[in-house]
């Protein structure tokens, strides 16, 4: 749970730091979970 906390909390603040390479990050990571969450069925 806390491993989960950090991937989520890391690209949010890097999005309120940089917000151009934070916008980025924060469509990859929801991408990444997007597939995760489709995937996790199969």
Do not use: I, N, Q
């Given at each position: 749970?806390?491993?989960?906390?950090?991937?989520?909390?890391?690209?949010?603040?890097?999005?309120?730091?940089?917000?151009?390479f934070g916008?980025?990050?924060?469509?990859?990571?929801?991408?990444?979970?997007?597939?995760?969450?489709?995937?996790?069925?199969?």
């Amino acid at each position: 749970m806390a491993l989960l906390l950090l991937t989520g909390s890391v690209p949010v603040r890097v999005a309120f730091e940089y917000p151009s390479f934070g916008t980025a990050l924060l469509v990859g990571v929801g991408v990444v979970t997007l597939l995760h969450l489709l995937l996790k069925d199969r």
